[in-house]
């Protein structure tokens, strides 16, 4: 058995609660004001409500933001860095952006900062920060924006020519583990500017206030520690303890000459709302203390809630200058800096590219290797604590005036009480989970640490998240809007990646989502199917405004619409469970009953997709060769919305293959189904049964027979439509030519390819389905062709791209898909990245060119990313299709023909 790496010593120590080695961690937001818990306005203004300049002298209610930060996992003691330049107005804490109301396309980060490395347990993490060395143009920035329509470019912090010349620090910040309880910070403070420059760092610690809404909290305390030197080569260091009645007690440990600043976690009531302090010592203290020198801004007695190292640098044109910081549960270290700290920083960095080395050890370029290492720091960068109690919130706290009666967002949700560590899809534009995007996260996450894959998927079906009526919350935005029902989809691709890379088949995770997941089902069946025929509405479905109407309000015409995609996620999620009671049918017969009630009701919706009724338009259109939403007008009549879009594409979901052997095994569940192949005809007819055998014997259920998936293909895989340079555009390239037009009373709702930011206001306008690429949807696209190159094998050919004289097998295109997708990310045979399109500093300056930024959708036409620029989440996929594409071009052949082709070909266990 191969010798585990340490990193997965320390996953298997803490699966096993030998040691809390997640205890710590980057569980601070990058953007907390401006979010829907901290709204306690009577109208709902969450924007306007706590700005970014409330966010310096007014306390959180609900958790945490910073820079380059970690707490511990319930966000009682936090630490990050805060900088000043002489220049800014304010202290640089907290990464700033435009709100949804001053940006051309809504919420916009105006920052530059780069997660660059990091482990599952947080052994080792690496940061980096941008900060200009002129005044940061606040003003600048959002009167450019908000000048601009939605058809203009946004612009950026680099157009404000704040970077010319280079005249800007690289702040890197690293941590190292010693042990769970004792980590070491380091931070390398690069002047890439021409002249030298003085920079203020202030590492800081402090509380989230947690005593200010309750009179029975108990308030911690920071306070400094007489200053002490060693003889461990002289370094003198400073000391705070810190105190919290749940946490207990914690030193920082600060090398070097730096003043202590102390104040308290709370809001300034007189600065916001002319109201005096109840205390003269307020959250913008050391902000006011430094910036505009108020001396009585800090408590000079050295206590508080929040307390700042400061250290005032005069930095050299191109030197680095590094201050080294340690956090532990021991008050009393011999040496807490010197030759160990360093070794332990060197030793944690080698782990680390032992650990990624063993999960990838197939040849890869350095370019690939980079953007794959990025890609799975970004992923775990991103995890937040996240803190929302309905209850708390509708009804305000017991020390704080009751709130406005007139609030009742997610009035609904009573019973929802988060406190955990979550994955977020973005920790500023999107610092709130979105469930079908945590779905996606998963996948790349149960690579690197399947227990905090498992965790994310288990925990929203538990009952302090999932709604009494089975419905999954969305976010928190509007809980009740409904995402695609992805969920087993994950659930079951995350149990097959641990069980071929780690060796582990967890049957009672499989299990306790598995009867959770029918809570679900039932609610969608129940409130999704408006006549009972098996056609789903669905609504919002998470393509923002990929349809003709706003599919989450009241439409203009009156009726509802039959979605494609609706319908057709939920077939995918029946064929999702019928594989998942499959598994779990080979230990506990009792789940064949279920797993034939998926069958069934998968055949009723695949009919339903090709003839809803004898009076009824279908969504299959045998002209076009394609599948559009149906409007179901009040008065009877239907017409079929015939936008070209990813609605159409997504029935290539529905699909699965199973094994002869698990059919053998299964002799109930193979009765039952034979039966009603032979004795429920009608059903068959249009879809892909399980009557035909294909290679290897194997049975397909898919919602597209044979001829139906080459019409589509057609479309898909043409380059005038859908098939781009860097993937599968969310909206044909034919609506550049012929938009798509519908004339209701006297107003025209139109579709027309868009190729990058959204000219649309829906849904707040920060996104766009309406011709860009979008790795959640590519991904699946990807999968479901590997699916059907299973069972039809290597004769099944499509000519690819379309018009091109060329044919492969399903699998060989799927293998090209993966290239246009992961080639966004790497530099071309000129040097340069699609992904940056025509960012030259991105493109040529050494200090950028390999920092890579993982954004939540790309240019339909040239790849260049849009859209939030931290949305590693389901961005972070390309981890998994590198991961996939490096071993079969290592092998050099297609794989054994298996049922989940994805996963049955990872890498070999490397438990």
Known sequence: MTTKTAEEQRLEESRNHQAQWHKWGPYLSERQWGTVREDYSPDGTVWDSFPHDHARSRAYRWGEDGIAGISDDQQQLCLAIALWNGEDPILKERMFGLTGNEGNHGEDLKEYYFYLDNTPTHSYMKYLYKYPQSAFPYTQLIAENQRRSRRELEFELLDTGVFKENRYFDVFVEYAKVSPEDILMQIQIVNRGPEAKTLHLLPTLWFRNTWSWNYKSEK?????????????????????????????KRWL??????????????????????????CPYVKDGINNYIVNEKKEAINPEQIGTKASAHYVLSIAAGETQV???RLSNSPDLNQPFGNEFNRIFQTRIQE?????????????????RNVQRQAFAGMLWSKQFYSYSIENWLEGDPATPPPPASRHRNHEWIHLDNNEILSMPDKWEYPYYCVWDTAFHTITLAMIDPDYAKYQLDIMTREWYMHPNGQIPAYEWAFSDVNPPVHAWATWRVYKIEQKMYGRSDRQFLERVFQKLLLNFTWWVNRKDAEGKNVFQGGF????????????????????????????????YCLNLLTIALEL??????????????????????????????????????KDGFFYDVLQLPKGEQIQLKVRSMVGLVPLFAVVTIEPEILAKLPAFKERLEWFIQNRPHLKHNVACMQTAGVGAKRLLAIVHRDKLKKI?????????????????????????YPYRFDVNGSQFRVDYEPAESSSGLFGGNSNWRGPVWFPVNFLLIESLQKFYHYLGDDFTVEYPTGSGQYLNLWDVSTELSKRLIQIFLKDSSGRRPLYGGIEMFQT??????????????????????????????????????QQFSEYEAQNQKPELREMPIEEEELKAIA
């Open 220 to 248: 911690p305390m920071l306070k400094a520690i007489q200053s002490a030197s060693v003889a461990d080569n002289e370094i003198e260091f400073s000391l705070i303890e810190a105190s919290h009645p749940m946490l207990g």
């Open 253 to 278: 440990y600060c090398a070097g000459s730096s003043e202590l600043l102390f104040t308290e976690n709370e809001t300034n009531t007189q600065r916001l709302f002319g109201v005096e302090n109840t």
């Open 323 to 325: 201050i080294q910081l």
């Open 352 to 368: 680390a590219d032992e650990f990624y080395q063993r999960l990838t050890p197939f040849p890869l370029s350095e370019d690939m």
């Open 541 to 572: 479905l998470g393509m923002d405004n990929v349809g003709v109407f706003d599919r989450s309000a009241e439409l203009p015409t009156g009726g509802y619409i039959n979605q494609s995609d609706g319908t057709s996620w939920m077939a995918m």
């Open 585 to 622: 049918a080979l230990d506990n017969p009792v789940y064949e009953d279920i797993a034939t009630k998926f069958f069934e009701h998968f055949l009723y919706i695949a009919k339903a997709m090709n003839h809803i009724g004898e009076d009824d338009t279908a969504l299959w259109d045998e």
């Open 713 to 737: 293909l057609q479309k898909m895989l043409d380059e005038t439509e859908f098939l781009g340079a860097y993937g599968i555009r969310a909206v044909s390239r034919f609506h550049a030519e």
């Open 845 to 882: 300056d050494p200090n950028w060119q390999n920092l890579i930024l993982f954004h939540e959708y790309f240019h339909g036409d040239n790849g260049a990313g849009i859209g939030a620029s931290h949305q590693t989440g389901w961005t972070g996929l390309v981890a998994k299709l590198i």
